[in-house]
T-cell receptor, first 114, second 113 residues
Framework: GENVEQHPSTLSVQEGDSAVIKCTYS??????FPWYKQELGKRPQLIID?????GEKKDQRIAVTLNKTAKHFSLHITETQPEDSAVYFC?????????????FGQGTRLTINP | DAEITQSPRHKITETGRQVTLACHQT?????MFWYRQDLGHGLRLIHY???????NKGEVSDGYSVSRSNTEDLPLTLESAASSQTSVYFC????????????FGPGTRLTVL
């Protein structure tokens, strides 16, 4: 079925290093790809998104890249800081059973080690 | 400031009871969503609504229902609670149906004993 696969499920990096989280999607017509951050016990919040007419988008230390041909997109966090520790979710808009929906990946727990 | 709220924040109930979780938003968004969050499954869509009197099933809708009588509220009802419905439930709203920022509520932790 239509889905979004997210890897890795857990990621541990040293403070100051970069972190990369990857997602693949199945619907070639998908055109919207957001990333959400969820801190422990809190609600998910949008941190960056990209649309299919753009290959890359940056916002300070975070960036997202999209490869429509391969149907995958990635979140890049540079110069990681302790406050980056959280669960990150990717998502993709896709048509399921005749209706457009936003489908989330399973999440990546990112831990920044001091 | 506009916001989205959920109540209760925590609920413990027994198998077979009917439970209603409330969601209220002041963004004046037409689009509202209910998700459940379980370890290893991410956020799974239960039901969604694109406007007053519009409701649609998501990927895990069995055992749940919603109704939309006004723009601000989308209550989620568990008709006969089951232990498999123990989860954290998030409501969200958005200005776009599927390709815009979704603003999440604080969540409701539901335990079914």
């Amino acid at each position: 079925g239509e889905n979004v696969e997210q890897h890795p499920s857990t990621l541990s990096v040293q403070e100051g290093d970069s972190a990369v989280i990857k997602c693949t999607y199945s619907d070639s017509a998908s055109n919207y790809f957001p990333w959400y951050k969820q801190e422990l016990g809190k609600r998910p919040q949008l941190i960056i998104d990209i649309r299919s007419n753009v290959g890359e988008k940056k916002d300070q230390r975070i960036a997202v890249t999209l490869n429509k041909t391969a149907k995958h997109f990635s979140l890049h966090i540079t110069e990681t800081q302790p406050e980056d520790s959280a669960v990150y979710f990717c998502a993709a808009s896709m048509r399921i059973q005749g209706a457009q929906k936003l489908v989330f990946g399973q999440g990546t727990r990112l831990t920044i080690n001091p | 400031d506009a916001e989205i709220t959920q109540s209760p924040r925590h609920k413990i109930t027994e198998t077979g009871r009917q439970v209603t979780l409330a969601c209220h938003q002041t963004w004046n968004h037409n689009n509202m969503f209910w998700y459940r969050q379980d370890l290893g499954h991410g956020l799974r869509l239960i039901h969604y609504s694109y406007g007053v009197h519009d409701t649609n099933k998501g990927e895990v809708s069995d055992g749940y229902s919603v109704s939309r009588s006004n723009t601000e509220d989308l209550p989620l009802t568990l008709e006969s609670a089951a232990s498999s419905q123990t989860s954290v439930y998030f409501c969200a709203s958005s200005g776009q149906p599927y390709d815009g920022t979704q603003y999440f509520g604080p969540g409701t932790r539901l335990t079914v004993l």
